[in-house]
């Protein structure tokens, strides 16, 4: 089983910087992909980063050149740097991992407001 922990999220104005961590414990050994996923109100779940196990990584195009992904495999832990934030990023931000099967974090919400 993997666990997971996420943290970071907050009241930010437009324009400004946030950066979400998630931190995974459990069998951190068998853990592969790792990803970000974000849910607005009345809206589905999508994607807003993944990161493989070898580290290429693939964005949303609504966050492509202001959010990067990145991961330290030694403490298990993704990130989620996002900058340039606009309302429309405002959502609960989930991570996710895979390993012999999926975890998602707890969520954490993100609102960006002046």
């Known amino acids: 089983q993997v666990q997971l922990v996420e943290s970071g999220g907050g009241l930010v104005q437009p324009g400004g910087s946030l950066r979400l961590s998630c931190a995974a414990s459990?069998?951190?050994?068998?853990?592969?992909?790792m990803g970000w996923y974000r849910q607005a109100p009345g809206k589905q779940r999508e994607l807003v980063a993944h990161?493989?196990?070898?580290?290429?990584?693939n964005y949303a195009d609504s966050v492509k050149g202001r959010f990067t992904i990145s991961r330290d495999n030694a403490k298990a832990t993704v990130y989620l740097q996002m900058n340039s934030l606009k309302p429309e990023d405002t959502a609960v931000y989930y991570c996710?991992?895979?390993?012999?099967?999926?975890?998602w974090g707890q969520g954490t919400q993100v609102t960006v407001s002046s």
């Open positions: 996710n991992v895979d390993w012999f099967g999926s975890t």
């Open positions: 990161i493989s196990s070898g580290g290429s990584t």
């Open positions: 459990g069998s951190i050994f068998s853990i592969t992909d």
